[in-house]
């Protein structure tokens, strides 16, 4: 690298100094100069082909888990700018609800602000809300989608909905098989059958739009008590790749967004009962609330970003797990990456020594009469 | 780093060369150092701990999936190795003549090779598999699972039974919903639930043993045609990650396994409903048999291994996924994480540049009457 810029500089006024700086001087030029050239480039590319890749004035947004959380805040966030929207949600009353704020917040008084009350894991529902959205928008077809289903299915929790898929962090053999089960109904196969759905409407129409999954941080990393959880929020990184790929046929693009943790119904239900271990390792987690979420998702969908985070954490993970997929920027994508090599021992590390030290308190309760 | 070089001369009888080599010298003697001192350390490294972490004499392996493909394969050698062995699949033909074959291979007149005939993806039917292998050997808990479900859920293919999980590969609107739950309740659910009822018998029985799960390439990289396949994939290799991390508190390991293709009726299965498209872009995908795959799966296990992969370009992928995860062995994953980003360029662009070509020709049946 040193040799790099003795060469730089003999093309320079300053030729005499080649060979002479002090290897450390080199490092800060050499710094110096790749950060001025991102700086300069950058600014460049984005006046030049910096287009918004997201306009939402007049488009059709569908929204499903629009009633609570991340949903609702991004309703909110849309309107304002001035889409159409269709929420969908089971509870009429959340629904009822989230309308009359999302209405009060709209830009033009053309904009239609409607919801329809569906079960998104039951297709034929989804199917019934595809219809009534498009019934109430005279007849126009989706542009955007957003799947923000996750849910809680604890009986006496029923009446909760909320956006970003619930998550019960619970020891792996305290989970029922049907709990993970429902974990992968709400949170993957309710995203994908309004996927499914919208898209297939999109291509009938000509329709040129966009699909938005929502994943967690938990789509790039899992630890323990988060077996239930975390493959469905990787099922969706999946399901995003091959589809982004896929789609490219109809000119629709797939986005998926990673948030962290979000200040909802949901966080602290998850709270109640996370294991003592799993609340350690995460620290103090700090949910941020909703809108906050829901503006970095709208900042990343302008930029035309394939994964979208709300937080560094998040996005160095996902620079550390970047395989082949595009980059947001290549230059902090691989920076990103070198610091995710970096934080990944003394993580491993910390995190299996925590493990190892609670394995004493963990007696779990196997008493069950069938096994011998 | 020719400085680096430079200050290392100077502590040498060659300090005179200190700060007259030529770069490219340097960069020469840089990488001679490095590869000598992997060389050297790694092979002290491995006479020191290279113990092997996957000792089968005696032991009792449990393997979902072993009628056919990579489960039969892996009883096979590990019955050639002393092993006790379960197998589980449904077809109590395909489990005869299975148990026919790992018989004759085995190493000791004392071990017992016994089937069980079950559907993982009914829990009940996993409890009492679990029950009858116990039963069939001396009440003794399985002390490493091998959890190599996967199958063909269209009728007309009932019959065939192979691990790995099938792919269906075919266009997103073309598979129904049901399609997408089948591949999850098979490829996730399926072997999820012989995790789940293994790991509490190890668990209430002081077993340290294993759990292997089988994910696949397309756990790592997603393309058009495996929207069903790659999901289901991805999910593993998230719930690998959040267990390994959880199954700590009672020294039982996990480990995922990344096998690229497998010869086998699968294998034969997928290319009759895969999409040209995708039969493109793969290649001429050249299938190994599997007792290869088993042998990788093998070695990767003995080294203690966590992510497991059988080919070069599989191995690139978990480098360049890297994530939070365990290293199999930090040089040679950063260097493949470095060849990542380099493939990853040329590879997105060539693959979307392909699907984009191919627009015309899939013009897709969405003459849905129900489509408005």
């Not at 910390?350 to 609670?358: E, N, T």
Request: net charge neutral; aromatic share 10%; with cysteine.
């Amino acid at each position: 690298m040193w040799s790099l810029i003795d060469y730089i500089l003999q093309l320079t006024p300053y030729s005499e100094l080649s060979g002479r700086l002090h290897p450390a001087a080199s490092v800060v030029v050499t710094f110096v100069l790749l950060v001025v050239g991102y700086i300069i480039g950058s600014s460049i590319t984005n006046k030049l082909f910096g287009k918004d890749n997201f306009p939402v004035k007049d488009k059709h947004v569908f929204i499903a888990g629009g009633s609570q959380g991340l949903g609702k805040a991004l309703a909110i966030l849309l309107a304002k700018k001035g889409a159409h929207v269709t929420i969908v949600a089971r509870n009429k009353q959340a629904l009822d609800a989230a309308i009359d704020e999302i209405q009060a917040e709209k830009l033009y008084p053309h904009q239609t602000i409607t919801s329809v009350a569906a079960d998104v894991t039951d297709h034929s529902q989804v199917v019934r809300a595809f219809d009534e959205a498009a019934a109430k928008h005279d007849g126009k077809t989706p542009d955007y989608l957003f799947c923000c289903t996750g849910n809680d299915y604890r009986p006496n929790l029923r009446h909760l909905m909320f956006v970003v898929g619930a998550a019960r962090p619970r020891l792996f053999l305290e989970h029922s098989i049907q709990e993970f089960e429902d974990a992968m109904r709400l949170n993957y196969l309710g995203s994908l059958s309004v996927a499914h759905e919208g898209v297939k409407r999109m291509v009938h129409h000509g329709v040129k739009g966009k699909v938005v999954f929502v994943s967690s941080t938990l789509g790039f990393v899992g630890f323990i008590g988060y077996t239930e959880y975390a493959p469905s929020k990787c099922a969706l990184r999946g399901l995003s790749e091959s589809l982004r790929s896929e789609l490219l046929l109809y000119g629709i693009d797939v986005h998926c967004f990673f948030p962290g943790a979000i200040r909802s119904p949901g966080f602290e239900t998850e709270n109640k009962t996370k294991p003592e271990i799993t609340k350690r390792l995460e620290g103090e987690d700090e949910a941020s609330p909703p809108d906050v979420i829901a503006m970095a998702l709208y900042k990343g969908l302008r930029k035309g970003q394939f994964f979208i985070t709300s937080d560094l954490l998040t996005d160095i993970l996902r620079a550390g797990t970047h395989g082949i997929t595009p980059t947001n920027n290549v230059i902090v994508d691989v920076l990103f990456d070198c610091i995710s090599w970096i934080i990944a021992f003394p993580y491993i590390w910390y995190f299996d020594w925590q493990v190892r030290s609670a394995a004493d308190k963990h007696i779990i309760k196997t008493a069950d009469d069938n096994i011998h």
